[in-house]
């Protein structure tokens, strides 16, 4: 079935000057474990170049320290690890209780693998009741699962952000078969399960199965480490600021690209890193105007 394909870009998110940071949303994303750091500070720093006014970023007990002196304008939590130095299963309390006062949350950027870790991603999935973005590790745990794709609680929005590997676990096919026929299977994923997918790569695919956005913006530069993390963070800030998962997914891909190719102009496609483009999203506001 041929769908729709969105072409103009989502309004964006209000920003008055009498505004105060209570205003753009409060984010909560859990990532991170002993060697991937990195992940969650790149997540937090997306979320807040994404706009967010309050960004809190829940990591293994062990690397707190670390991911806090990284960036100092999110909050740590501290969670429960395993000997392995990630989440652990105890940590699930914990993360849905700091969450009455969110607006949107995020799991999955640089978590590894875990029998505690398939149990969480489950837990958080099926019964976190806000806008949640779902990326890495997390899609892996959920592919991972015997009784299948879950179901989220009634209405709460749910983003999918897989690259091609992780969306052939997540549907039970190969990278081959999903590049063939990227615009389809994404959408009949979406419509299945009611959730929204953006399905990474060239031309990223943004589709709630009833209608489909293709990214235009970015460059092969950006397939390096860590991108994919400051894409997760910067989509849930939109959606804490209070756009819908489908535009919040739509801009946000949009603003990342553009990141991208505004660090490709200034060190040139090798030379970038995934800690360039927190940097250049805000000249990426300004481009789509936001300012």
């Keep these: 079935?041929?769908?729709?394909i969105n072409l103009t870009l989502p309004t964006l998110p209000p920003r008055p000057d009498e505004s105060h940071k209570g205003s753009f949303g409060s984010v909560l994303i859990v990532a991170g474990s002993r060697g991937m750091s990195?992940?969650?500070?790149?997540?937090?720093?997306?979320?807040?170049?994404?706009g967010a006014g309050l960004v809190t970023v829940a990591v293994p007990a062990g690397i707190a320290g670390i991911v806090a002196t990284i960036e100092p304008s999110y909050l740590t939590l501290a969670l429960p690890e395993?000997?392995?130095?990630?989440?652990?299963?105890?940590?699930a309390a914990e993360i849905l209780g700091r969450l009455n006062d969110r607006t949107a949350a995020a799991i999955g950027p640089g978590w590894g693998k875990s029998a505690d870790l398939t149990e969480l991603a489950h837990v958080?999935?099926?019964?976190?009741?806000?806008?949640?973005?779902?990326?890495?590790?997390?899609?892996?745990?959920?592919?991972?699962?015997?009784?299948?794709?879950?179901?989220p609680p009634t209405a709460a929005a749910r983003i999918v952000t897989p690259h091609p590997g992780e969306f052939s676990r997540l549907t039970g096919t190969d990278t081959k078969t999903v590049q063939a026929d990227r615009q389809t299977l994404a959408a009949e994923f979406a419509r299945t399960h009611g959730v929204i997918?953006?399905?990474?790569?060239?031309?990223?695919?943004?589709?709630?199965?009833?209608?489909?956005?293709?990214?235009?913006?970015?460059?092969?530069?950006?397939?390096?480490?860590?991108?994919?993390?400051?894409?997760?963070?910067?989509?849930?800030?939109?959606?804490?600021?209070?756009?819908?998962?489908?535009?919040?997914a739509h801009l946000g891909v949009h603003l990342h690209g553009l990141a991208g190719d505004l660090a490709a102009a200034q060190?040139?496609?090798?030379?970038?890193?995934?800690?360039?483009?927190?940097?250049f999203l805000g000249q990426a506001w300004r481009q789509v105007g936001g300012v």
């Design 1 to 4: 079935m041929s769908l729709p």
């Design 267 to 279: 060190f040139g496609k090798p030379g970038m890193i995934a800690s360039d483009l927190p940097g």
């Design 124 to 151: 958080l999935y099926t019964s976190v009741e806000i806008p949640l973005v779902v990326d890495a590790d997390a899609l892996n745990a959920l592919a991972a699962l015997p009784a299948g794709f879950p179901k």
């Design 38 to 50: 990195g992940a969650a500070a790149l997540s937090g720093q997306g979320a807040l170049r994404g």
């Design 197 to 248: 997918v953006v399905l990474k790569g060239h031309e990223t695919v943004v589709t709630d199965g009833e209608r489909v956005a293709i990214n235009t913006t970015g460059n092969s530069g950006m397939a390096t480490g860590g991108t994919g993390d400051v894409l997760t963070g910067l989509i849930t800030a939109l959606l804490a600021q209070g756009m819908s998962s489908f535009d919040a």
């Design 82 to 91: 395993d000997d392995g130095g990630k989440i652990s299963r105890l940590a």
